[in-house]
């Protein structure tokens, strides 16, 4: 999953480089929620193994 953001990351730099800035803006809110959802599972999964 975190592949996935950090895909979108850089889609979002890309098209904000190229102007696209709808795109861009599409791109980076998937890519921050994707990253929080990473981080949570990834808390959950620390915190389950710790147990």
């Known amino acids: 999953m975190l592949h996935y953001a950090l895909v979108f990351l850089v889609i ?3 098209a904000a480089f190229l102007g ?3 795109l861009a803006g599409l791109a980076a809110t998937i890519a ?3 990253f ?7 808390v959950a999964a620390f915190l ?3 147990t």
Do not use: C, N, T, Y
């Open 12 to 14: 979002a730099l890309i």
């Open 20 to 22: 696209f800035s709808g």
């Open 32 to 34: 921050k929620i994707l």
């Open 36 to 42: 929080i959802v990473f981080l949570i599972l990834a």
């Open 48 to 50: 389950r193994k710790k």
